[in-house]
């Protein structure tokens, strides 16, 4: 699992890391011919007897400054037009293909929800901080804020693109080979900016939609008297007044845990996904993640066992 | 308040027939009448009604160090809870709280207030004249930013210190998501030291224009000045864009407006664009400054003027043009349109042309001179070294798809603290060191002087090369901790460590400067054997300046001065009198009396205290305070019985003068 905009994974992020490596090049020169040009004026000037003010004797320094400003801006309109060249290129990618994949993102203070939508509405389906993505597929992603202002910023697939209030935004992605890439929110966006992370998981085509159609199937489900008992301390918590389980709950406060199970990661990246990990989230959430909407629980060991049960069958 | 009757340019020689003791009598008797004239007031209340310049300016600079070091302090907290992944020393809250302080405290407390200490200080010494053109509204000045500085810590203290960060973005400081008071307190300490920089703005401006030294036409003003003219008119156009966005953020949360509320079709985009209008000429008026201070110290140690003086004013004059034209480089992330970005894609790089320019001066400045390095002079190499580093990184984040990446991350976190403490700081210090002799009369210790310099620059590298890497490695800013897992650990350590060195070289100049202003060598009015007017008079230089106001024939005025170079004589010693020049070519123009010492400023910032820190809490107490300020207003307006007799008195001169016949 990276992070890092020095490992593109995506046709943008190449192109974007392709337009780094060229200004690195140029700035470095730049910044070496500068830095050796003030050095020998400093080796000669400490060696000057007497200043050399007259007209003469200024005139040659003149033409090299006068030079220097020409090169300076030259270079500058080299870099400018890269700059626009790339900017467009990224930033249009995939506006003319006709097989987007298109996926809602909104961000909340401090999760991700993800929903794929679909033109059977019962086809459509929410997740939270994670994003599936087929590979070598254009992928357009529409942001929106619940809140305040969030940042979207997967670093190896593309650059970021702010959630604002009131608008929709929208950033293309698409990865070119497989893997998992971590993102994090960009945007100070309150008390638990540092954790506001999701995943994008980038896989073959067959496997995306391996996964796309398990998650459109509804909750498993209880099986087990324990999930069964589970399932019935679920819906007596308060936790029905903020989450979604299809087919039990329909509250969209918090994320959907219709699939909690197969999901890698609670609390936006914060915990592992381990049943000892939401144990100890259900029961004391805000001295995890201090600030969270999710509120302690107060509840008996062997229903807490039981709830945990039946939140773990939810694959 | 103008007086009739143009003073005279004597020739200093006419002064002294024979060479004896006429003359000298003369300056004697005038020296003394000054004296009394100028003479500062006894006791707290006299510190309190002060309106000397150079008591002020020096009230700034102090004042802002202060500052300084409890932002340093700050920093030094964040990078402790930084230097381990998931530490726990500080929790979200207060991290949250301290990085907007150290922010807020960094630009509105010290950058801005320091650079304009500077300016209280030495533009009227640099321009010949005796005090600033509105001395009251100066002392007024310092007094409502400190009382800005007072309340913003006072609050914080008490757990109400802003938490939004130092640019405070809608909806997060919104009502809505920041109930409580911090963003209040945000808010209204912009306005406080907002106050304080437009009245310096004017104070300046007006000073260097219309109070010049006779013969210091525009083409003679020194760089410095010159810089300082140029942030003057930046605050100008730039500071009311802020308050204004404050000020409705303000009301959005005390009387619930709508400005940046979407659901009732206000725009917390609009928010952005008004902050970084200011935000981004911000930059630029701490930045110019510092060009200021590097050429009057290359000037200095070169032996020579500054290479291309026009194009250097005219670079000033440009950059602080186009530092209007490419805020929106803030906000490439907020999803505008393509073209719109385009533009300030390249208004950000083609402002890379007149920096480049002086830079390219200024080398051939010291290829041709005779330089002498000490260590002023080291804290502008170190200024090149560094700078030119944040300026090429400011190159990437002009471009869109660069930017993209790197914005928000601790790349910016790097890129900006070398091109403010690597762009200003260091200059900054430089101009101390190099301006040490005229504050103190005292030479500072040289090799402690360098030591400083090595450690700042060792300390300042790696502290902030490191947030380069960090940010490409997907280091978020403003984040209060990171997972062990992302690998960011080495290297925040590292930039911990480099941030004790910085600790340590700062702590190395205070110690120099706390010893050597007592027990340095003396240094005499000219230890650097430099160029511009300050250095003719003692140091510290008197209440009054300058015996007789300089004339000046050239652009380097000490040394394009003759042996027995003219100075003006006429203007009254029992009054604060100036003289007033003319704006282009700086020929005599009449006398004009300044206030002395007033305690109306003192009162003012009080009433205008109540006002605006009481508004945050209860809303009648704005008016309450604006009722304040016209009581205080009457009493500074009020005219004096000396002043109302002089005036009956010059009346019947006039009247007199018409009627040759009598």
Redesign the interface.
């Known amino acids: ?1 990276i ?4 490992h593109p994974a995506g046709i943008q ?1 190449s ?2 890391g392709s ?2 490596n060229g ?1 690195m090049v140029v ?1 470095t020169t ?2 070496v011919i ?2 050796l ?2 050095l ?3 080796w ?3 060696k ?6 007259s007209d003469a ?2 005139r040659p ?2 033409i ?2 006068g030079v ?2 020409g090169i ?2 030259v270079t ?1 309109i080299g ?2 037009i890269a ?2 060249a ?3 290129a ?3 990618y995939g506006d003319k293909k006709p097989d987007a994949l298109e996926i809602d993102v909104t961000g909340h ?1 401090w999760w991700w929800e993800v929903q794929y939508p679909d033109p059977e509405p019962d086809k459509s389906f929410k997740t939270a901080n994670e994003i599936h993505i087929p590979l070598h597929q254009p992928v357009l992603l529409r942001l929106a804020t619940r ?3 969030h ?1 979207l ?1 997967i ?1 190896n697939l ?5 959630l ?4 929709v ?2 950033l293309w992605i698409e990865a070119d080979r497989p893997g998992v890439f ?1 993102s ?11 954790h506001m992370a999701l995943v994008v998981i980038a896989e073959p085509n067959e496997k995306y939609q391996q996964w796309k159609s398990h998650q459109q199937t509804p909750a498993n489900d209880p099986v087990t008297p324990e999930q069964r008992h589970g399932r019935d301390v679920f819906l007596s918590l308060p936790c029905v007044n903020c989450h979604a389980i299809t087919g039990d709950a329909y509250a969209t406060i918090g994320p959907d845990l219709t699939h909690l199970a197969t999901r890698p990661t609670l609390a936006a ?2 915990l592992l996904n381990t049943k000892g990990n939401l144990g100890g989230w259900i029961v004391n959430a805000p001295a995890i993640k ?2 969270t909407a999710m509120p302690p629980n107060q509840i008996a060991s062997n229903d807490l066992q039981d709830l945990l049960a039946y939140l773990e069958s939810l694959r | 308040m103008s007086k009739q009757g143009t003073p005279r340019v004597a020739q200093a020689s006419s002064l002294r027939p024979g060479r004896g003791a006429q003359a000298g009598s003369l300056r004697y008797t005038d020296r003394a009448a000054l004296e009394k004239t100028w003479a500062h007031a006894p006791g707290l209340l006299g510190w309190l009604s002060e309106t000397d310049h150079k008591k002020i300016g020096l009230r700034y600079i102090i004042t802002a160090l202060c500052f300084f070091t409890i932002a340093g302090i700050e920093a030094a907290l964040m990078r402790l809870q930084l230097s381990r992944p998931e530490n726990t020393l500080l ?3 207060l991290y ?1 709280q301290i990085f907007t302080m150290h922010g807020t405290t960094m630009m509105f407390l010290f950058a801005v207030p320091v650079m304009e200490g500077m300016a209280i200080y030495f533009v009227p010494l640099m321009v010949g004249t005796r005090n600033v053109a509105f001395p009251k509204l100066n002392a007024f000045g310092y007094f409502i930013y400190l009382a800005g500085g007072i309340f913003l810590y006072t609050m914080f203290v008490l757990h109400a210190g802003p938490d ?2 130092w640019f405070a ?1 809608v ?2 400081s919104g009502p809505q ?1 920041d109930p409580g008071k911090r963003a209040d307190t945000w808010a209204q300490m912009i306005t406080f030291t907002e106050i304080s920089a437009l009245s310096v703005a004017i104070e300046i401006s007006v000073t260097a224009f219309k109070q010049r030294a006779v013969g210091m036409s525009l083409n003679r003003i020194p760089l410095f000045v010159w810089s300082m003219i140029v942030i003057s008119f930046m605050i100008i156009f730039a500071m009311p864009a802020v308050m204004l966005d404050s000020g409705f953020l303000c009301l959005d949360r005390e009387v619930s407006t709508h400005f940046f509320n ?2 009732e079709g206000g ?3 609009f928010y952005q664009h008004m902050f970084w209008f200011f935000g981004h000429p911000e930059v630029y008026i701490i930045f110019i400054p510092a060009l200021g201070y590097v050429s009057s110290i290359l000037t200095v140690f ?4 500054i ?2 003086y026009p ?1 250097m004013v005219a670079s000033l004059v440009f950059t602080a043009f186009m530092a209007f034209g490419l805020w929106v480089h803030h906000m490439f ?3 505008l349109p ?1 073209l719109g ?2 533009f300030f ?2 208004a950000s ?2 402002i ?2 007149p920096t ?2 002086q ?3 200024w ?2 400045t ?6 002498t ?1 000490r260590t002023p002079v080291l804290y502008v ?1 170190g200024w ?2 560094v700078f ?2 944040g300026g ?2 400011g ?2 984040l ?12 601790y790349f910016v976190v790097a890129h900006f603290h070398y091109v403010l403490i690597g762009g200003a700081l260091f200059p900054l210090f430089g101009a101390f060191y190099f301006w040490f002799p005229k504050w103190t009369g005292r030479m500072y210790g040289e090799k402690l002087g360098q030591l400083s310099f090595w450690l700042l620059l060792i300390g300042f590298n790696l502290t902030f090369f490191p947030m380069h890497i960090l940010g ?3 280091m ?8 062990q ?2 690998g960011w650990g080495p290297l925040n350590a590292t930039a911990s460590i480099g941030a004790g060195i910085i600790a340590l070289s700062v702590l190395t100049t205070v110690i120099n400067f706390f010893v050597n202003a007592r027990s340095g060598a003396f240094a005499g009015a000219n230890p650097w054997n430099a160029d511009t007017l300050e250095w003719s008079v003692s140091s510290p230089p008197p209440p009054y300046n300058y015996v007789y106001p300089p004339v000046v024939s050239g652009p380097n005025a000490l040394w394009d001065a003759a042996p027995d170079q003219p100075y003006v004589v006429g203007l009254r010693t029992d009054k604060r009198e100036v003289l007033v020049t003319q704006v282009l070519d700086a020929q005599p123009s009449h006398r004009e009396e300044l206030p002395g010492h007033s305690l109306a400023p003192f009162l003012l910032a009080i009433a205008t205290t109540i006002g605006l820190a009481g508004s945050i809490f209860f809303a009648w107490w704005f008016p309450i305070g604006l009722g304040l300020v016209g009581l205080v207003m009457i009493y500074w307006f009020w005219p004096r019985k000396e002043d109302v007799i002089d005036h009956l008195v010059e009346e019947q001169r006039e009247i007199l003068r018409e009627e040759p016949a009598v």
């Open positions: 699992m992070q890092s905009v020095l992020a192109r974007i337009l780094w200004y700035l730049v910044y500068v830095i040009w003030m020998v004026a400093v000669r000037a400490h000057n007897a007497a200043p050399q003010i004797e200024e320094h003149s090299t400054v220097a400003v300076t801006t500058l870099l400018l700059s626009v790339t900017g467009s990224v930033g249009t203070q809140d305040v202002i940042s910023w670093p593309n650059g970021k693109r702010d604002i209030p009131g608008r935004n929208k971590r994090q929110c960009a945007e100070f966006c309150g008390l638990q900016h540092a990246g914060e201090p600030g | 929790n979200p809250d949250n939004a960060g973005y909806p997060l998501f979407r659901s725009d917390p985009i070169t032996r020579r003027k290479f291309g194009v992330a907020t999803g393509q970005q385009s894609t390249a790089m083609m890379a042309i480049g320019a830079i390219f001066n080398i051939v010291i290829w041709t001179g005779r330089l390095i190499l090149f070294a030119i580093i090429l990184s190159i990437i002009a471009s869109v798809p660069l930017d993209v990446q790197v914005h928000d991350t490409l490695e997907g978020p800013r403003r984040v209060y901790t990171y997972q897992g992302l």
